[in-house]
């Protein structure tokens, strides 16, 4: 069993006040979102920040008999995590609030998660929990079917050795400040080749190329912000393409992009990042 590790900040806030989750990317921890946390909690927010399953200090418990080479790494899982920490801290810190008014907000595979959350809560319901809105960074976008290069070596579990170390390679120069670089580098430590892989082949999977004839998509009708960098050429175009499909649908969608900022947007343009999602919490707050 996974011993999950999260932290609530903000604490000092009202318990009626938002409550908004931050997912970090492939390789990352909590720590990722330590400049983009303090304008929210200014506003009068809460933040819930979490290690995703083998990342940061989301270990195996010492007790547990289990190889960690021969772990899973499945979006299922971490969903789940999501909801036991959910209610866990809704016993430990909500004691007179009845619904929790939540916001997630993720990066990269982060993202993805967020995403995958929304399309959860939008099939049953989580008693207590009232998902007010979404803010995918600089995120792939599952089952969305278009071109994508890589990501199939992944999902057909096709990926060798030197494919894991290109793509962590990549990730740490996904930030353009070496401040950033160092930090992601720090990170990446902290989960093993096994788990990365195992993390890589699960979002690879939600990526589907192209079919014939295609699959239509349906977005989540929950309010959508998206944030991308302007240095990340990858999820930029998919970001875009995404954000017409919510249009068309009818959702409630905005977007910006965010200047001198790579993909590791979060560390890169941290504050920034903070202040947009903070304005966007208030706004969606503004129409209820």
Known sequence: MVKNHYKLLGEENPETSPLVLMIHGAAGDMHHYETVTPALIEKGYRVLLMDVRYHGLSQLQENENVDPETTTWTFEDVLQDIDTMLDKVKKKYYEKTNEITLFVAGLSMGGVTTLLYAEKRAKEEKQGIKLAGIIPIASAIPHLEITREGWSFYAERKATLELLEWSKSSIIASSI?????????????????????????????????????????????????LIFPDKDPLTKPEMDLFYELCKEQKVDVEKIVIKDAGHMVILDQGPQVGNHIATFVERVLSKD
């Open 177 to 225: 400040t070496p401040e950033g670089q160092e930090e992601t580098r720090r990170a990446m430590q902290l989960i093993s080749n096994h788990s990365l892989y195992e993390c890589l082949v699960a979002i690879g999977s939600m990526l589907p190329n192209p079919s014939d004839p295609p699959m239509p998509y349906s977005a989540v009708n929950v309010p959508t912000f």
